[in-house]
């Protein structure tokens, strides 16, 4: 009976790794795009909404985006419904290495930043970037992520994506400017 009372302590000790996974509610990409074409730059804003990935017990972080999540398809109106076939399916999954224990580390309040090498995963693309973020814990089990410094996108390189060019082309974007700023605000939750 004592060994079992002693055990208590030890097992108290051990760090336990939290599974982290994202809260689509509360998670979500802004990027503005200034339109060119036409008598004066115009800026509109974009969001990917209900970003859904985890990060798993070997550190592996997977976000799969589908084209369903952005504000894109609603400025069509009604769309044929061969569309929500290829809506709901997967575009792209960036992924990067993350290890849990330095989010489980936290205390309330601190922050931590990472700067997390994404490899943006495709049929068609096949890149990495690094990208600076800062993990705030807000509570027990929440952390807030937002970028670490100013984010953007490369316009050049959007409209050079045969996949990119297309949609943008729907939207009425024929000429983008070269600097397209991104606002990353998401919320991991242990599980």
């Known amino acids: 009976m004592k060994a079992l009372i002693a055990l208590i302590p030890l097992l108290l000790a051990i760090p336990v790794h939290a599974d982290w996974q994202l ?8 990027a503005s795009i200034t339109q060119l074409n036409g008598e ?11 970003l859904q990935g985890d990060i798993s017990s070997d550190g592996t972080l997977r976000l799969p985006l589908k084209l369903s999540q952005t504000d894109m398809l609603e400025r069509f109106g009604e769309l044929p419904s061969w569309i929500g076939l290829l809506a709901n399916t997967t575009l792209v999954t960036l992924v990067a290495k993350m290890p849990p224990e330095r989010l489980d580390a936290l205390d309330i309040g601190e922050s931590l930043v990472e700067t997390l090498e994404f490899q943006v995963q495709s049929d068609l ?3 990495q970037e690094s990208v600076p973020l800062r993990f705030t814990r807000e509570g027990l089990n929440e952390i807030r992520v937002t970028h670490a410094e100013p984010m953007a996108m490369d316009g050049r390189a959007l409209m ?4 990119m060019r297309t949609v943008l082309s729907l939207l009425g974007y024929q000429q983008i400017d070269e600097h397209v700023p991104v606002t990353l ?6 599980r």
């Open 23 to 30: 809260d689509p509610a509360q998670s979500q990409v802004q």
């Open 40 to 50: 004066a730059p115009q800026t509109h804003h974009h969001r990917v909404r209900d």
């Open 125 to 127: 693309v096949n890149q």
């Open 160 to 163: 050079a994506n045969t996949t």
């Open 185 to 190: 605000n998401a919320l991991l939750i242990n």
